[in-house]
């Protein structure tokens, strides 16, 4: 189960961390992910983060603005955002990997096999 929080208002050039609790699988065995939902538009892949944390991939949109962690000691997985922009607004879901220590610096949506339930992101400009 994934639950993620930390959502809500900010300006732009404003800053949010969003987390995810997981529970029900040994959490630091699968590589996590965030992608986002923007009003009217398809889901899309935001950051991956590979099981042990060493490696991490973004899409470009947020490169630099955003950073992927996780703590594995904590079963969480964080998305420190940084200089928000209003086309940032949306829907951020974390999800995770289906298989165990499997890891793609990739976009797709299909080695993702759990999701949580979202949390709303808005950006005031």
């Known amino acids: 189960q994934l639950q993620a929080c930390g959502g809500g208002l900010v300006q732009a050039g404003g800053s949010l961390r969003l987390s995810c609790a997981a529970s029900?699988?040994?959490?630091?065995?699968?590589?996590m992910g965030w992608f986002r939902q923007a009003p009217g538009k398809e889901r899309e892949f935001v950051s991956v983060i590979s099981w042990s944390g060493r490696s991490t991939y973004y899409v470009d949109s947020v490169k630099g603005r955003f950073t992927i962690s996780r703590d594995n000691a904590k079963n969480t997985l964080n998305l420190q955002m940084n200089s928000l922009k209003p086309e940032d607004t949306a829907v951020y879901y974390c999800?995770?990997?289906?298989?165990?220590?499997?890891?793609?610096?990739?976009?797709?949506?299909?080695?993702?096999?759990?999701w949580g339930q979202g949390t709303l992101v808005t950006v005031s400009s």
């Open positions: 999800a995770a990997y289906t298989r165990s220590y499997s890891y793609v610096a990739g976009t797709s949506e299909r080695d993702f096999g759990f």
């Open positions: 029900g699988r040994a959490f630091s065995s699968y590589s």
